[in-house]
């Protein structure tokens, strides 16, 4: 029996950040499938969002909450800056991919790629709107990377951890390759990120793998300047 569970659909960026966290760690793992809303998943999560993590008697949501277990719990090289001011910037950047990242460039991945290959009509307006925010994005996390190779210093934090998932998706689409063409720093960071060892054949790239099918329309939703 594997060290934790985690209780999640297999495709999802916030899973994939805390398996992140726990293939950095060197912690292994198992995926225990769940049916979105179901009674197993409202009893593990009252809010019905994914992962859950399963430490032997310790149940945890929230994935903030659940990649610091892992770093705290476990041996392995840390996760997070000691200093005050490194732990406040790891937290700052987690809460910006929360507030701003996941609603905006994982929505746009969804309604971009997900919602046309399953059948469902895209809504044009959040693309275009969409378009002003993922800008801003982009060009702070090309910043913040260009300083030292990493969201937070030199070295892998829960911050990348918390990034990766998005921009990996957001590089499947069009404008995702534009804005990555157009911010180096940013395209060298995913490129480094995949090329770490947490990454190569882990369970988020093949699970990422099942997502290469899925083409984006060619036609791009706004001019790729
Ligand atoms: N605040 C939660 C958010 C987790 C979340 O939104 N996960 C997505 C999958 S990436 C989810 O559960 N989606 C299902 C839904 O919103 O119905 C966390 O940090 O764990």
Do not use: C
Not at 45 to 55: E, R
Not at 99 to 124: C, H, I, S
Not at 171 to 199: F, K, V
């Amino acid at each position: 029996m594997a060290t934790l569970t985690f209780h999640s659909m297999a495709d999802s960026a916030y899973l994939w950040t805390a398996m992140l966290a726990a293939d950095e760690k060197g912690v292994d793992y198992d995926l225990n499938p769940l049916v979105l809303g179901s009674d197993a998943h409202l009893r593990l999560h009252p809010f019905g969002k994914m992962p859950v993590l399963q430490h032997g008697q310790v149940v945890l949501y929230e994935t903030l909450a659940i990649a610091h277990y892992i770093d705290r719990a476990f041996d392995g090289p840390p996760l997070q800056p000691a200093d005050a001011l490194g732990q406040a910037e790891v937290l700052r950047w987690i809460s910006l991919v929360n507030a701003y990242v996941f609603p905006v460039m994982n929505r746009f991945v969804k309604e971009r790629l997900v919602k046309p290959a399953w059948g469902f009509e895209t809504d044009q307006a959040f693309l275009a709107a969409a378009r002003d925010p993922l800008r801003t994005q982009m060009r702070v996390i090309g910043e913040a990377v260009a300083a030292a190779g990493h969201l937070v210093g030199d070295r892998f934090t829960l911050a990348d951890a918390f990034l990766l998932p998005h921009l990996l998706f957001f590089g499947r689409t069009p404008e995702g390759r534009a804005l990555l063409a157009a911010t180096p720093a940013a395209a060298g960071w995913l490129e480094r990120m995949t090329a770490r060892p947490s990454y190569v054949d882990s369970a988020m790239a093949r699970a990422y793998g099942a997502f290469h099918s899925l083409a984006a329309d060619p036609q791009p939703v706004w001019p790729l300047d």
